[in-house]
């Protein structure tokens, strides 16, 4: 064989080879093509809006509240509170005699707006309500889970204080209704009967209770229709079947929260 002829064997031989290690390197990957890892999320992974979570009311009367502002991905507001059911107003010194529990509230709310960070929340910081350091947090991550999801609140109602009367009394009492409107939210409903005149058990503009009427389950039903109506933000598809007795008191109280909440949408 003539050097030349050799010489071109060899140029093949390499040639080849370079094609054969070309062709075992894989492919460029295109990054942006790659799923997303969400099982971690982070502040900075939320979806902008507002979001609001409220716990059912509790046999105490009471109940939590939290709504956050997500803007860029971050949380930029924050407020959980403790409201009464009948009020709905939120608890501060002026309705609420435990200073530690308001103290606790206080506490958590500056930290979480500091940290913006559940799990640095320093639960010992302050001293006393520890269901309520519980249920901030379980109400926080649910709030934290929704922005993540991107599950946005919209307000039901306009916020304001909505109260109705009834046309005419009942046996000497007049049924009234007063609903208290917050964040779109109903946070109080608080329905009352009221003497109209003096009697031998009550005097004008007395407030019906156990101690100036003998039976206690009007009362009793109320406070049950207030339970529901604040859980369920409102009277649609309330299920009051399991409330039984005093079906006049069940009647007015419903219809008159209606009432009321007509103008508040």
Request: aromatic fraction near 6%; charged fraction near 25%; glycine fraction near 8%.
């Amino acid at each position: 064989m003539s050097k030349k002829v050799l010489a071109l064997a060899l140029v093949l031989v390499l040639m080849v080879g370079v094609f054969a290690g070309c062709s075992k390197q894989e492919a460029p990957v295109d990054e942006s093509s790659k799923p997303v890892d969400t099982t971690d999320t982070q502040a900075g992974d939320l979806v902008d809006g507002t979001y609001l979570v409220k716990n059912p009311v509790s046999d105490h009367g009471n109940y939590q509240m939290v709504k956050l502002e997500v803007s860029g991905g971050q949380v930029v507001a924050f407020d959980f509170n403790e409201y009464l059911s009948d009020s709905g107003e939120a608890k501060s010194a002026d309705n609420y005699a435990y200073a530690d529990g308001l103290a606790v509230i206080a506490n958590l709310n500056e930290q979480f707006n500091e940290k913006k960070d559940l799990d640095a929340i320093d639960y010992d910081a302050v001293s006393g309500a520890t269901s309520t350091k519980g249920s901030f947090k379980e109400i926080v991550a649910v709030a934290l889970e929704k922005a993540a999801k991107g599950e946005t609140y919209e307000p039901v109602y306009e916020d304001g204080v909505y109260e109705a009367v009834a046309d005419e009394d009942s046996h000497g009492w007049l049924a009234q209704v007063s609903v208290r409107v917050q964040d779109g939210q109903i946070v109080g409903v608080d329905y009352a009967e009221l003497a109209i005149e003096d009697s031998e058990d009550a005097k004008e503009g007395d407030r019906k209770s156990v101690d100036n009427y003998p039976y206690p389950r009007p009362m009793e039903v109320a406070e049950e229709l207030h339970k529901m109506i604040i859980d369920n933000n409102g009277t649609e598809n309330l299920d009051v079947d399991a409330i039984t007795g005093a079906t006049s008191t069940r009647g007015l109280v419903l219809e008159l929260v209606n009432e009321a909440l007509s103008s508040a949408k």
